[in-house]
C-alpha cells in the first residue's frame, strides 16, 4: 500500500504496477467501525407501525459522521438495497478474485456500510471491486484490505457522487460543463451529436463518468489514469470533460462515417479502445490539463491543434464539419482504391 | 449470425426498449437475440446499452436499435430521454422471482408517463427454462397482459426459446399499426388531413 506516500513520491513511483493509491481526503475510518451484514432480513416488529423507526435506530449506530450530505433520498430500504447489492456484487465479474465467497463478503460490506453514508447506486460495486482488486495485487494476505478498500472508495467517492451520482447534477453537469466544453474545442462535433444527430449527451455519458471510464477504456487504461489523477492530486471531476473530448477526437473519423444516429450511440457506447501506454497515458491528462488552465478564448484554437496531431493527414484548417470531414474522407477512400488498383 | 451488421440498406428504423427490474435478463434476451450468445453472470448495466440488429419482416429490411436500460433507473428523470422515441417497449419479468412481477405494474405506468400513447407494448416473462423455480405461472403473465390490453410471451435467453420471436413479433405489430394508420391517412376520401398527426393525448 502507498496511500501514505505524499504525491511527490508517487512520481517516482509512476511505474508499470500502476495501483489506486491515495487516500487523498484522509478518510480513515477502522477496521471495527464497519458494521457487519444483517443475517435475517431487517425484522420489522408488529408493534413498529412505522419501519422508518427502525432505519433510525440503524443509521444512528453505524454513522459517526457524514462527509457526503448529498441531501438526495432513497425510497428503497435497507433490505432491498442489500438485495440489489448482492446482485451487482455477484455479477463483479471484472476479476475472477471476485468469485471467492469470502471476498464476494468484503465488498458486500463496504458497500452495505457505504450505503449508510449514501444510497447505493448501481456501479458503486465496480469502483469499488477496482480498488480492491488494486489492493489485492499489492498483496493478496493484506489483513487490512476491506478497510483500506472501504477509506479509499469513499475518499474517491466525495467528488465522483455529487457529480455523477445524483441525477440532477450529472445532467446539469452533461449540459453545462461538457456540452459546453466540446463546443469550445470542437464546435463541429458538438453539432453532429447534438443538433445533427440530436444524441443528448448525459445519455451516453452517465456510463462513461459514473464507472470513471471502466467500460469504455477498459480495466488497465482506468487504473492508469485514475492513478495519475490520484497521485498528482489532480481534480477527478473537473478534468474528466476534458479527458472524454480528447478521447472523442480519437474517433473523430469514425464518427463522421456513421450513416445514422443508432450507429453513433453505438460507437458512443462501445469505444473502441485499445492498451494505453504509459506514455499514451500522460499525454492524455497533460493534454487535459493544458485545456483544463487556458482561457475559454483560446480552447477552440487548441481544438484545433489537437485534432491536427490526433487525426493527422486531415487539412483540419479547411474541414471545418463533419459532412465535410465525412467528404473529404470518402475521396481519400476513392483515391487509395485507385492508386492499389493501379499498382 | 446476425451480429450487429452496418447494413446501409434498410427500409425503416424502429427504437425499442427493454425495461423491468434489475436482474431479469434484460441485458441476456437482447445479447441472446443480436449476438446470439449467453452468459449466466451478465454485468449489470449502468445507464443504458445499446445494440443493432437489422430483421426482415414481409420482404422489408427493418433495423432494429434496443436500448437496454439499467433496472434500477425506474424513478430517474434521466430515463425520459431513453423514451423519447420509442416505437415499441419490451416489459420484462423473471418468472422465476414473483417481487418482478409485482412491479410490472409500476413499470407500466412509468412507461405510461414517459412514452408516446402509440407506443407498442409487449410483455415477457424471462427464464422460463428455470422449471424448478418458477414462481409465476404463464396463465398469470396471460392474465396480466390481458388486463393491460398488451400481448404476452413467455421466453428464456438461456435456451434461446422464443427470443427471437418477442422481437419479431414486436416489430410485426409495430409495421401493421403503421400500415393501418397509413391506410387510414389515404382513405380520408381525399380530405386533406395536412398531414397533421392526430393529437391524441392531452395538451
New interface residues.
Given amino acids: 500500500m502507498k496511500h501514505n506516500l505524499p504525491p511527490q513520491s508517487c512520481d517516482q513511483d509512476f511505474r508499470n504496477d500502476y495501483t489506486v493509491c491515495l487516500n487523498s481526503y484522509k478518510v480513515e475510518f477502522v477496521e471495527n467501525e464497519l458494521q457487519p451484514i444483517p443475517t435475517t432480513p431487517t425484522p420489522i416488529k408488529e408493534e413498529d407501525e412505522d419501519p422508518s423507526h427502525l432505519k433510525q435506530d440503524l443509521l444512528k449506530k453505524s454513522v459517526t459522521i457524514d462527509p457526503l450530505s448529498t441531501g438526495y433520498n432513497s425510497s428503497e430500504d435497507v433490505d432491498s438495497i442489500l438485495d440489489v447489492i448482492k446482485m451487482d456484487v455477484d455479477r463483479l465479474i471484472i476479476d475472477s478474485i471476485f468469485q471467492n465467497e469470502d471476498i464476494k463478503q468484503d465488498i458486500l460490506t463496504i458497500l452495505y456500510n457505504y450505503n449508510n453514508f449514501t444510497p447505493y447506486k448501481q456501479g458503486f460495486h465496480e469502483i469499488c471491486g477496482l480498488i480492491y482488486l488494486e489492493l489485492y495485487k499489492d498483496d493478496p494476505q493484506n489483513p487490512q484490505i476491506k478497510i483500506e478498500t472501504f477509506n479509499i472508495f469513499t475518499s474517491l467517492m466525495l467528488s465522483v457522487v455529487p457529480n455523477f451520482y445524483i441525477e440532477d447534477n450529472l445532467i446539469g453537469w452533461c449540459i453545462s460543463i461538457f456540452n459546453k466544453y466540446l463546443k469550445l474545442i470542437d464546435d463541429s462535433l458538438y453539432d453532429f451529436l447534438i443538433k445533427t444527430h440530436k444524441i443528448e449527451s448525459q445519455i451516453w455519458l452517465i456510463r462513461w463518468v459514473r464507472l470513471l471510464f471502466l467500460r469504455e477504456l477498459g480495466m488497465q487504461n482506468t487504473i492508469k489514469i485514475l492513478d495519475k489523477f490520484i497521485c498528482f492530486d489532480y481534480d477527478l471531476c473537473k478534468l474528466i470533460p476534458f479527458v472524454i473530448i480528447i478521447q472523442l477526437l480519437k474517433i473523430k473519423l469514425n464518427l463522421a462515417e456513421c450513416e445514422d444516429n443508432g450507429e453513433v450511440l453505438s460507437l458512443l457506447l462501445h469505444y473502441p479502445h485499445t492498451q494505453m501506454t504509459n506514455e499514451d497515458v500522460k499525454n492524455l491528462i497533460d493534454q487535459s490539463i493544458k485545456l483544463f488552465k487556458s482561457p475559454e478564448s483560446e480552447l477552440s484554437k487548441l481544438g484545433v491543434q489537437l485534432n491536427k496531431d490526433i487525426n493527422k493527414g486531415i487539412n483540419w484548417d479547411k474541414v471545418k464539419d463533419m459532412d465535410r470531414l465525412k467528404m473529404e474522407l470518402r475521396l481519400q477512400k476513392k483515391v487509395r482504391g485507385l492508386l492499389g488498383r493501379k499498382k | 449470425m446476425a451480429t450487429?451488421t452496418?447494413s446501409?440498406a434498410y427500409d425503416s428504423?424502429l427504437?425499442l426498449l427493454l425495461v423491468g427490474d434489475?436482474?431479469v435478463g434484460k441485458s441476456c434476451l437482447l445479447l441472446r437475440f443480436v449476438e446470439d450468445k449467453f452468459n449466466p453472470?451478465?454485468?449489470?448495466?449502468?445507464?443504458?446499452?445499446?445494440?443493432?440488429r437489422t430483421i426482415e419482416i414481409d420482404g422489408k429490411r427493418i433495423?432494429l436499435?434496443v436500448w437496454d436500460t439499467?433496472?434500477?433507473e425506474r424513478f430517474?428523470?434521466?430515463t425520459t430521454?431513453?423514451y423519447r422515441g420509442a416505437t415499441g417497449i419490451i416489459l420484462v419479468y423473471d418468472v422465476t422471482d414473483e417481487r418482478t412481477f409485482e412491479n410490472v405494474r409500476n413499470w407500466f405506468q412509468t412507461v405510461h408517463q414517459h412514452a408516446n400513447e402509440d407506443t407498442q407494448l409487449i410483455l415477457v416473462g424471462n427464464k422460463n427454462d428455470e422449471k424448478d423455480l418458477r414462481a409465476v405461472s404463464s396463465e398469470r403473465g396471460e392474465s396480466l397482459a390481458q388486463e393491460l390490453g398488451i400481448p404476452f410471451l413467455e421466453a428464456s435467453a438461456k435456451t434461446n426459446d422464443n427470443v427471437d420471436e418477442l422481437f419479431f413479433k414486436l416489430a410485426k405489430i409495430i409495421q401493421e399499426n403503421n400500415k393501418s394508420n397509413e391506410n387510414l391517412n389515404s382513405n380520408n376520401g381525399g380530405i386533406n388531413v395536412n398531414s397533421r398527426t392526430e393529437s391524441k393525448g392531452c395538451c
Avoid at chain 2, 453472470?41 to 445499446?50: A, K, L, N, R
Fill in positions: 450487429r452496418p446501409r428504423i427504437k434489475s436482474g453472470s451478465f454485468i449489470t448495466t449502468i445507464g443504458i446499452d445499446f445494440k443493432i433495423k436499435q439499467a433496472g434500477q430517474r428523470t434521466i430521454a431513453y
